[in-house]
């Protein structure tokens, strides 16, 4: 596992040429792509939402399309249209911009749920229905959305089917200031992102995303600290709809990542309690009277992780 780790330390170092100072935020975001999920990128404007989306593409070498989400935006425009035609007597399939390998979807929550549904399909089973004809997607597939969580006008929530298709959840927030600085440096001339190179190609990142799955060891221990965690949302107190199997699901493959970024080939429950709350926290939605109080999911998970027990190390009996 220390060649994984060597290869995510050189991409996320490369990132960091252009998103300063926020280092465990694009841990996150590459943990994202090493388990083929997607990622929510939850901030005000103007703190690198979509920066770091295009400086991922570039640093493993995907292709990257962009799409603006506004209020009179058709599902036809994410995902294509077929158009006929006249020489040939027949209809052409004209791929949208999701059919490409790094998707931002900027500002989702700008668009009406009819255009959200959109995306249903390609999150989950990487592929696209036009006029019957499905197709599929490039491999590797990622879909980092962003959003503004102040705005509320002109927006439309995203529904809980699409936000439990996020594999994590995470907020960029305001630099320091000597990291502020920092930028006004970097940025005197040009932007550094137009001199971002590629440190690994596409196939480097799908052979990346098989290690993680199939040689990175997950004990009986640790799975049921997960499933309990998970259980514990949908219990709790303020919690009207807990997370779902899905959520375990993320938990675990987002747990296995953690542990070869860090180059390790086995998971601990460290990892568990490290990618809880991006994992687990946008997935719940609390009952009114939690949300009268201004209670927030990430401290509900928060305090599950307080309550359940931590797995100790399973004793081997010596053989006689």
């Given at each position: 596992m220390q060649h994984v780790r060597a290869i995510a330390e050189q991409v996320i170092s490369n990132v960091e040429k252009v998103i300063i100072g926020k280092r465990s935020e694009v841990e996150l975001a590459f943990i994202a792509l090493m388990c083929q999920g997607h990622v929510l990128i939850e901030?005000?404007?103007?703190?690198?939402?979509?920066?770091?989306?295009?400086a991922?593409?570039?640093?493993?070498?995907?292709?990257?399309?962009?799409?603006?989400?506004?209020?009179?935006?058709?599902?036809?425009?994410?995902?294509?249209?077929?158009?006929?035609?006249?020489?040939?007597?027949?209809?052409e399939f004209r791929p949208g911009p999701i059919v490409a390998q790094v998707v931002l979807a900027d500002e989702i929550n700008r668009a009406t749920p009819k255009t959200q549904s959109a995306l249903l399909e390609c999150m989950e089973e990487?592929?696209?229905?036009?006029?019957?004809?499905?197709?599929?997607?490039?491999?590797p597939f990622v879909v980092l959305a962003t959003q503004n969580p102040i705005e509320y006008e002109g927006t439309f929530p995203l529904p809980e089917a699409q936000l439990d298709r996020f594999l994590l959840r995470i907020n960029l927030g305001y630099p320091q200031h000597r990291d502020e600085m920092a930028i006004l440096e970097r940025q005197q001339v040009q932007h550094p992102i137009e001199e971002l190179g590629e440190v690994i190609s596409a196939t480097d990142l799908l052979e990346l995303q098989?290690?993680?799955?199939?040689?990175?060891?997950?004990d009986d221990l640790?799975?049921?600290?997960?499933?309990?965690?998970?259980?514990?949302?949908?219990?709790?107190?303020?919690?009207?709809?807990?997370?779902?199997?899905?959520?375990?699901?993320?938990?675990?493959?987002?747990?296995?990542?953690?542990?070869?970024?860090?180059?390790?080939?086995y998971v601990l429950p460290d990892d568990v309690k490290a990618l809880a709350?991006?994992?687990?926290?946008?997935?719940?939605?609390?009952?009114?009277?939690?949300?009268?109080?201004?209670?927030?999911?990430?401290?509900i998970v928060q305090e599950i992780l307080e309550s359940v027990p931590v797995p100790g190390a399973r004793v081997l009996h010596p053989k006689r």
């Open positions: 901030d005000v404007p103007g703190v690198g939402k979509t920066v770091l989306a295009r991922l593409a570039r640093s493993v070498g995907c292709s990257f399309r962009r799409i603006q989400f506004t209020p009179d935006l058709l599902p036809s425009d994410i995902t294509g249209v077929s158009v006929y035609n006249q020489k040939t007597g027949e209809f990487r592929q696209v229905t036009v006029d019957g004809v499905t197709y599929a997607l490039p491999r098989q290690i993680v799955r199939r040689d990175v060891y997950v640790v799975r049921e600290y997960i499933v309990s965690i998970v259980s514990e949302t949908r219990s709790h107190a303020d919690v009207y709809l807990g997370a779902s199997p899905r959520g375990s699901i993320a938990l675990y493959r987002a747990s296995q990542a953690r542990a070869a970024l860090l180059g390790r080939d709350v991006p994992t687990l926290s946008h997935r719940l939605i609390v009952n009114p009277g939690a949300r009268i109080k201004h209670t927030e999911t990430a401290t």
